[in-house]
C-alpha cells in the first residue's frame, strides 16, 4: 500500500515538472506534430474498424433479443445510440489505445532511458519531461476529435447491420436514433474522454520514464503500462459515471 502511494506520489510531482522549465517552441512544435501523427493520426484505422463493427453488434444482439411485438423496433436505434455514446466509443476505445498508444509511448521512453538518452537531455540542462512528455500530452488534446469519429461509425454500423440486415426500416431506426435525446451525454462523453486522453498521455509515459533494467524490462514495462492504464481509465469512468449520471 505505501509502495502503491510512493508511486502516485512520483506520479502527480512528474506532471507537476512536465510543465515546469518549457523547451522552445521552434524545438517543440516538430515534436508535438510527431506526436499527433503517431498517436492520433495512427489510431484512426483502428479505431474506424474497431467502431463500426462494434456498433453493428450492438444492433444485432438488441434486434435478436426484442422478440415481444408490442415493443417498437425503433428502440434498436436507441440502444445503440445510448451503447455507443455512453460507454463503447469513449471507453472500450480508450482501453485499446491503451495497447496501441500506451504501448508505443512507454516502449519508446522507456527506450530512450536505457540507451541512457534521457541522461544526455538533462546533462544538456533540457527539461526531458517536459521535452519527452509534453508533446504527448498536447496530442492528446485532439483525443475527443478521435472518439467523434468512433461514436459517428458506431451508430453508422448499427445502421448499416439493423436496416441492410432486415432488422429494421431506415426511417425507424433514424426516429430510434433521435428519441429521447439527451445533449447532456455527448458533454458526459467527452469529458470523460478528455480525462481519458491526460491518462494515456501521461500513465504510459510514467512508467517508460521511470522503468530501471535493460531491453527486456522495457517489454515489461508496457505490460505493466497497459495494465494500470486500462484499471485507471476503468476506476475514473466508475466516479464520473457515479458524478455526472446519478
Known amino acids: 500500500m505505501i509502495k502503491a502511494l510512493h508511486q502516485i506520489g512520483i506520479y502527480f510531482l512528474m506532471i507537476k515538472e512536465v510543465f515546469n522549465k518549457p523547451t522552445k517552441w521552434k524545438v517543440m512544435k516538430p515534436l508535438i506534430f510527431k506526436e499527433i501523427d503517431d498517436l492520433i493520426i495512427g489510431s484512426l484505422g483502428i479505431v474506424a474498424f474497431i467502431s463500426f463493427f462494434i456498433g453493428a453488434v450492438v444492433a444485432i444482439q438488441t434486434a435478436l433479443n426484442l422478440t415481444n411485438p408490442l415493443i417498437p423496433k425503433m428502440l434498436i436505434a436507441f440502444a445503440t445510440r445510448q451503447s455507443v455514446i455512453l460507454e463503447f466509443a469513449p471507453t472500450f476505445i480508450s482501453i485499446i489505445m491503451a495497447g496501441r498508444a500506451g504501448s508505443y509511448i512507454t516502449s ?5 532511458r536505457v ?7 538533462e546533462v544538456m540542462g533540457v527539461n526531458s519531461l517536459n521535452y519527452l512528455v509534453f508533446p504527448k500530452i498536447a496530442a492528446f488534446v485532439l483525443y475527443p476529435f478521435v472518439i467523434a469519429l468512433s461514436m459517428f461509425l ?6 448499416v447491420a439493423g436496416v441492410y440486415g432486415g432488422f429494421i426500416g431506415s426511417e425507424e431506426f433514424i426516429q430510434g436514433m433521435q428519441t429521447d435525446f439527451n445533449p447532456y451525454h455527448i458533454f458526459y462523453a467527452f469529458f470523460k474522454t478528455f480525462i481519458f486522453g491526460m491518462v494515456l498521455a501521461t500513465v504510459p509515459s510514467f ?3 521511470y522503468m530501471k533494467g535493460g531491453a527486456l524490462e522495457v517489454g515489461k514495462a508496457s505490460t505493466t503500462s497497459f495494465v494500470w492504464t486500462s484499471v485507471t481509465i476503468i476506476l475514473i469512468n466508475y466516479i ?3 458524478l455526472m449520471l446519478s
Not at 519508446?108 to 530512450?112: D, E, N
Open 154 to 159: 458506431g451508430m453508422f454500423g448499427g445502421y
Open 108 to 112: 519508446s521512453i522507456g527506450t530512450m
Open 207 to 209: 512508467h517508460g520514464f
Open 115 to 121: 540507451t541512457e538518452q534521457i541522461d544526455a537531455l
Open 240 to 242: 464520473l459515471t457515479q
